[in-house]
């Protein structure tokens, strides 16, 4: 017989190499009480050994007596079912958070449907069945934004190449699960402590090695509007449990009438009859959806300048001529990328003491040298779920805050 307990207990699937991390440690902290009874946390890294980074606080939280992790392939949808089994003692769960999705924008479309899709909807069904009272789905910012004005709930962003089709198609087969309790929460660029993942923390590992150049940091777009919309992971973290308290104590119909939004299809209508639960084309299907993002109305300039700024250097553009050459020669990527990683290793290896292993890396794929405009309004959720925004600005403290504690658990150089 399960034992009594007022505090909800939780399972998160996925996102250890995102924000799972950072949610865990919000719902146990390291200090004061857990805002839950259990959490059970379910991805396909290990432990022990770590086969990914795991960051200084994660790892002391681990050992928290309310806190269980399980390595499992959940591409198998009876390992996911068994997932939803609490140890002896324990409630059923509660609240589920799906966090999982491949997040590699070259993984090919069969990677996207078997990892994305079919994974968060074999959760999502188990969690229908088992009547959990919130299962909230992270979506990350894989849309072409417009650069005019910010999306508001209601707009309809084009899903951006082979990742943001499936990642956005993975919405529809969630919204298409009876009395599946669902809020989607498509959040900005996730930055903050131990969050080595992203966009956000490639631009600040690079921009320090500019900065220990001596060089101006250079961009291949010209500045433009070109929002780039930030969060940072304690509010993905804090705006998660929010939602979920919402959903609970509401339930899905009535949430829809809050919160609902037509989930609108963006794919090829042949793999409708391709991909198990792919919903029809024109199946009209609503579910909760928030956007989370901070104050700041980051913009490209301003999220370089800030980042530069703070190792003593400034953030500058190509010139026509020379960004036209970029664009024509193929191995612009490789050019560019071997004085960011020469940079990098040569001050790792003058830190004192010197790094030999750190997860950071200065190197930056092609995704991260395209443009990419993510431009959000945030209304919403403070208003329907009364969320309050706990890092509403993108600022020099923040990044200084994310440098210092990389450089306490020696995975950033110390110069």
Request: proline share 6%; glycine share 6%; net charge negative.
């Amino acid at each position: 017989m399960a034992a009594p307990n007022s505090k909800p207990s939780v399972l998160i699937f996925g996102g250890v190499n995102t924000c799972s991390r950072a949610l865990a440690c919000f719902l146990v902290p390291a200090e004061g009480d857990a805002l839950v009874s259990h959490v059970r946390i379910v991805d396909k890294y290990s432990v022990a050994p770590p086969t990914t980074y795991f960051g200084a606080e994660f790892t002391k939280i681990l050992s928290k007596p309310e806190i269980e992790y399980k390595q499992a392939n959940l591409t198998v949808p009876s390992i996911v079912a068994s997932m939803f089994e609490p140890p002896a003692g324990q409630n059923p769960y509660d609240y589920v958070f799906d966090l999982t999705g491949e997040v590699r924008p070259d993984r090919t479309e069969m990677i996207q449907i078997n990892t994305t899709c079919k994974v968060s909807r074999s959760i999502g069904l188990e969690a229908a069945k088992q009547k959990v009272k919130a299962y909230v789905r992270m979506q990350l910012p894989f849309y072409e934004s417009s650069s005019k004005s910010n999306h508001d709930e209601k707009d309809d962003p084009k899903p951006e190449g082979t990742i943001g089709t499936w990642w956005h198609e993975t919405l529809r087969m969630l919204a298409s699960i009876e009395d599946l309790n669902l809020v989607i929460v498509r959040v900005g660029l996730v930055y903050g402590p131990y969050t080595e993942y992203g966009y956000i923390t490639t631009a600040l590992t690079v921009a320090s090695v500019y900065g220990h150049m001596k060089k101006p940091m250079k961009s291949l777009h010209s500045p433009g509007k070109h929002a780039t919309n930030t969060v940072h992971v304690q509010d993905v973290a804090g705006a998660f449990w929010a939602c979920a308290n919402w959903m609970a104590s509401l339930g899905r119909k009535e949430a829809d009438i809050l919160a609902g939004e037509q989930i609108l299809f963006h794919n090829d209508k042949s793999k409708v009859s391709e991909v198990e639960g792919m919903p029809p084309h024109d199946k009209k299907l609503i579910a909760p959806l928030f956007n989370l993002v901070d104050d700041s109305n980051s913009t490209y300039l301003s999220v370089g300048q800030t980042a530069t700024s703070m190792f003593g250097t400034t953030f500058e553009f190509f010139s026509i001529g020379e960004r036209t050459l970029f664009k024509f020669v193929d191995d612009a990527v490789e050019e560019i990328n071997e004085h960011h990683v020469g940079g990098w290793v040569e001050m790792n290896q003058a830190s004192n003491p010197p790094i030999t292993n750190t997860p950071l890396s200065a190197y930056m794929e092609k995704w991260d040298l395209d443009k990419h405009t993510v431009a959000f309004n945030n209304t919403k959720i403070k208003e329907i779920v009364g969320y309050k925004l706990q890092q509403p600005e993108f600022n020099q403290d923040a990044l200084k805050e994310i440098v210092d504690k990389w450089k306490a658990e020696h995975t950033w150089p110390n110069l």
